[in-house]
T-cell receptor, first 113, second 111 residues
Framework: GAGVSQSPSNKVTEKGKDVELRCDPISGHTALYWYRQSLGQGLEFLIYFQGNSAPDKSGLPSDRFSAERTGGSVSTLTIQRTQQEDSAVYLC???????????FGPGTRLTVL | SQQGEEDPQALSIQEGENATMNCSYKTSINNLQWYRQNSGRGLVHLILIRSNEREKHSGRLRVTLDTSKKSSSLLITASRAADTASYFCAPSNSGNTPLVFGKGTRLSVIA
């Protein structure tokens, strides 16, 4: 079956603009995670959705970042008024709820000029 | 979940040699996973070892876990150029929680 998909693959934007990043998890996976990876750094957790529970937003770096998950499936990560330090690869992952393995998408490389 | 610390930060070997990378963590765990990342994109799950296991094999991969020392090692035997990637460990106490990754080990396998 299809894996986790993300779009766009690459996004270049100007400082101050808003961007939306999309994640399509594996069908039936109840848990969805957003991470980001800045150049040369490890992965940083951003936000986590589990079923119908309220999302864990503890990793969001500022109130310019928000995410939603519609219908328990597709998720959108929105960054408002982008800054240059937002430049990173944004990774989405999903898991089934019955195990520990997380399945990652290919990521969106965001460049803020 | 807690962060694992991978060591070394970088490793360069010749094709055919074995590569060993280590992971240390701080508090007790339920399981520990290893992931591979090629070219700064998505991670791929390699193997999971549970706290009651000491060693696990998958193809050319061998993972060990020493809970008394709070450490794990990943051994890749007979390495290939295609094994060139960054490798991350992810210790965890429970499922369906965000993983915490360190900076990983960057492995370069030279043909």
């Amino acid at each position: 079956g299809a894996g986790v998909s993300q779009s766009p693959s690459n996004k270049v934007t100007e400082k101050g603009k808003d961007v939306e990043l999309r994640c399509d998890p594996i069908s039936g996976h109840t848990a969805l995670y957003w991470y980001r990876q800045s150049l040369g750094q490890g992965l940083e957790f951003l936000i986590y959705f589990q079923g119908n529970s309220a999302p864990d937003k503890s990793g969001l770096p500022s109130d310019r970042f928000s995410a939603e998950r519609t219908g328990g499936s597709v998720s959108t990560l929105t960054i408002q008024r982008t800054q240059q330090e937002d430049s990173a690869v944004y990774l989405c992952a999903s898991s089934s709820g019955r195990g520990y393995e997380q399945f990652f998408g290919p990521g969106t490389r965001l460049t803020v000029l | 979940s807690q962060q694992g610390e991978e060591d070394p930060q970088a490793l360069s070997i010749q094709e055919g040699e074995n590569a060993t990378m280590n992971c240390s963590y701080k508090t007790s765990i339920n399981n520990l996973q290893w992931y591979r990342q090629n070219s700064g994109r998505g991670l791929v799950h390699l193997i999971l070892i549970r706290s009651n296991e000491r060693e696990k094999h998958s193809g050319r991969l061998r993972v060990t876990l020493d809970t008394s020392k709070k450490s794990s090692s990943l051994l890749i035997t007979a390495s290939r150029a295609a094994d060139t990637a960054s490798y991350f460990c992810a210790p965890s106490n429970s499922g369906n929680t965000p993983l915490v990754f360190g900076k990983g080990t960057r492995l370069s396998v030279i043909a």
